[in-house]
């Protein structure tokens, strides 16, 4: 039997040997790092497309979207794994006829998709909320923000207050967004919880934990009236932006065990 040596994660050896580069092997790494089979969601967490690709791969995508103007641009890149944020098939499927046209699109250009919607925004080292947190530079992090029976987002408090509008123009130049600040509470903050994309429902628990500020990804009026009634200061600072760093923190994970190389495919939108 041949000699099997085990080399740091960077070693050619090592991904010759332990680590090959192929889209069952960089799946159930992502699927062991991200526990996703131990994550109840509506999204069909996973190796969601296969391609007809049988061997080692040199190029794997990653978005917040899979949608044809992000495959379009996997494809100009040579992307053979596209992973992604929010992908194509749920329980309940969202819209059959869209997910075959999104399917059949991926498969005439042999490209596999990969999705993690839940287990990326709650990952405490690659998901969305915790990457904002120490964006942000937030210390004593904690979970925070149930979501169907589990904590999605994470609450952070600062070593000294700062201002609201400080924060939002933090993100807006790290996230390359433009955010909506809601004031209706501390101008000063000191903590605050964060559940990207879609989380305005989660206000009211931020305001009944004593919360300073509640940052989320999407402004809609519910959250709006929200926050005006339990006089808690919000930030929206775009769906699309909130979610970008999950996706983005996976890349050098993925880049070190493999040897492949990684690239952000940014879908630019201002939701």
């Known amino acids: 039997m041949p000699l099997m ?3 740091h994660p960077g070693c050619p050896a090592e991904r010759r040997d332990v680590h090959k580069a192929t889209i069952q092997n960089i799946t159930r790494f992502l699927n062991t790092t991200l526990r996703v089979r131990a994550i109840k969601d509506a999204s ?23 949608c ?19 992908g194509i098939k749920w329980r309940p499927q969202k819209d059959v006829h869209l997910a075959r046209l999104r399917e059949t699109y991926l498969k005439k250009n042999n490209i596999a998709l990969y999705a993690a919607h839940l287990p990326l925004d709650l ?10 947190a120490r964006l942000l530079g937030a210390a004593t992090i904690v979970k925070f923000g149930r979501y169907h ?11 000294k207050s700062v201002r609201l509008s400080g924060i939002a123009a933090l993100l807006s130049a790290r996230l390359k967004t433009t955010c909506r600040i809601m004031p209706f509470g501390s101008r000063r903050i000191r903590s605050l919880g964060i559940v990207s994309g879609g989380g305005g429902s989660i206000a009211p628990e931020a305001a ?11 402004a809609d009026l519910a959250l709006f009236n929200a926050a005006r009634d339990h006089r808690l200061s919000v930030i929206a600072a775009g769906h699309y932006a909130t979610e970008t760093p999950g996706v983005r923190a996976l890349m050098r994970p993925v880049r070190e065990a493999f040897g492949v190389s990684t690239i952000f495919l940014d879908d630019r939108k201002d939701l």
């Open 5 to 7: 040596i085990y080399l």
């Open 44 to 66: 069909v967490n996973g190796l969601q497309v296969k391609s007809r690709r049988g061997g080692e791969i040199a190029t794997v995508g990653f978005a917040v979207d899979a």
């Open 68 to 86: 044809i103007s992000t495959f379009e641009l996997a494809k100009k890149k040579g992307v053979e794994l596209l992973v992604v944020h929010h």
């Open 123 to 132: 990952h405490e080292e690659f998901g969305n909320n915790a990457q904002i």
């Open 149 to 159: 029976g589990i904590k999605i987002g994470y609450a952070g408090m600062f070593r």
């Open 208 to 218: 009944a934990t004593g919360l300073d500020c509640f940052l989320t990804g999407e």
